[in-house]
């Protein structure tokens, strides 16, 4: 089983920008797919970001152009660059496989957009 812990949520004015960190431990998630998730209150949890093993990206048209993912296979980590914030963005964000069921649903980052 892999265990999933997100940081580096907070609160940011719009226009402004967070880098979040997806920490995972119990097994190398290198050679699987990893996504970023979001779920804002009263709505179906999103996904906003994917990466492949081999570094290919994939966004929605909500955070293409703004949201970066990234991954370094030598950390067992994925990051999460977002700029240009939007009120919109903010949900509670996720990472976890986006190539297999998933893992088990770490605690999730908080991060609000908000003047």
């Known amino acids: 089983q892999v265990q999933l812990v997100e940081s580096g949520g907070g609160l940011v004015q719009p226009g402004g920008s967070l880098r979040l960190s997806c920490a995972a431990s119990?097994?190398?998630?290198?050679?699987?797919?990893m996504g970023w998730y979001r779920q804002a209150p009263g709505k179906q949890r999103e996904s906003v970001a994917s990466i492949t093993s081999g570094g290919t990206t994939n966004y929605p048209d909500s955070v293409k152009g703004r949201f970066t993912i990234s991954r370094d296979n030598a950390k067992n980590t994925v990051y999460l660059q977002m700029n240009s914030l939007k009120p919109e963005d903010t949900a509670v964000y996720y990472c976890?496989?986006?190539?297999?069921?998933?893992?088990?649903w770490g605690q999730g980052t908080q991060v609000t957009v908000s003047s």
């Open positions: 976890n496989t986006a190539s297999r069921p998933p893992w088990a």
């Open positions: 119990g097994r190398r998630v290198s050679i699987w797919t």
